[in-house]
T-cell receptor, first 113, second 119 residues
Framework: AQSVTQLGSHVSVSEGALVLLRCNYSSSVPPYLFWYVQYPNQGLQLLLKYTTGATLVKGINGFEAEFKKSETSFHLTKPSAHMSDAAEYFCAARGNQGGKLIFGQGTELSVKP | EAGVAQSPRYKIIEKRQSVAFWCNPISGHATLYWYQQILGQGPKLLIQFQNNGVVDDSQLPKDRFSAERLKGVDSTLKIQPAKLEDSAVYLC?????????????????FGPGTRLTVL
């Protein structure tokens, strides 16, 4: 069965520092992978997705993620954190025929001034 | 393009009462999903519709939860009777179910959610 694990339920960085949010998946077939962001009292907004092709995926707000099949990972990075990046981040996976997303438990990102 | 609409945004009820949530997907999106997000957890699928047919309801507690998508557009999720553990955010998402080279390329777009508190 497919599963997604996010390492670290809380990550705190200083403004301007590197953001690294970790995500590992478990699947017999490499899934399609997504990162969503959730601001307080709002729904989920897509940051980026990997389906096929280039393994380094660029998303909105300066975020990017790299699909590494050998490590079954899809970590999210941003070179320089901004106060507005403070939010909950979810990694998700699904099969290549569509259907439900399997979400990780989420990582809350705090940005200190 | 208008996004996924949900109402109400917040609802507080007592246990054993009933409640209903409404979702209007993005125009033209054939697939509609209802997810339950309990505090501190990622969303979990309750039910998936393709047009007005159910594709996956394996995680829906059918003794108390029901959902319908009449006419294949908007959808209603109902809980009757509610339990304390139903307190959660209920998210609706939709996708256009596009395929390329035999693979699904669609993206799920989420509404703002309905926060349910059961006292």
């Amino acid at each position: 069965a497919q599963s997604v694990t996010q390492l670290g339920s809380h990550v705190s960085v200083s403004e301007g520092a590197l953001v690294l949010l970790r995500c590992n998946y478990s699947s017999s077939v490499p899934p399609y992978l997504f990162w969503y962001v959730q601001y307080p009292n709002q729904g989920l907004q897509l940051l980026l997705k990997y389906t096929t092709g280039a393994t380094l995926v660029k998303g909105i707000n300066g975020f990017e993620a790299e699909f590494k099949k050998s490590e079954t990972s899809f970590h999210l990075t941003k070179p320089s954190a901004h106060m507005s990046d403070a939010a909950e981040y979810f990694c998700a996976a699904r099969g290549n025929q569509g259907g439900k997303l399997i979400f990780g438990q989420g990582t809350e990102l705090s940005v200190k001034p | 393009e208008a996004g996924v609409a949900q109402s109400p945004r917040y609802k507080i009820i007592e246990k054993r009462q009933s409640v209903a949530f409404w979702c209007n997907p993005i125009s033209g999106h054939a697939t509609l999903y209802w997810y339950q997000q309990i505090l501190g957890q990622g969303p979990k699928l309750l039910i998936q519709f393709q047009n007005n047919g159910v594709v996956d309801d394996s995680q829906l507690p059918k003794d108390r939860f029901s959902a319908e998508r009449l006419k294949g557009v908007d959808s209603t999720l109902k809980i009757q009777p509610a339990k304390l553990e139903d307190s959660a955010v209920y998210l609706c998402a939709s996708s256009d179910n596009t395929f390329s080279s035999g693979r699904s390329t669609d993206t799920q777009y989420f509404g703002p959610g309905t926060r349910l508190t059961v006292l």
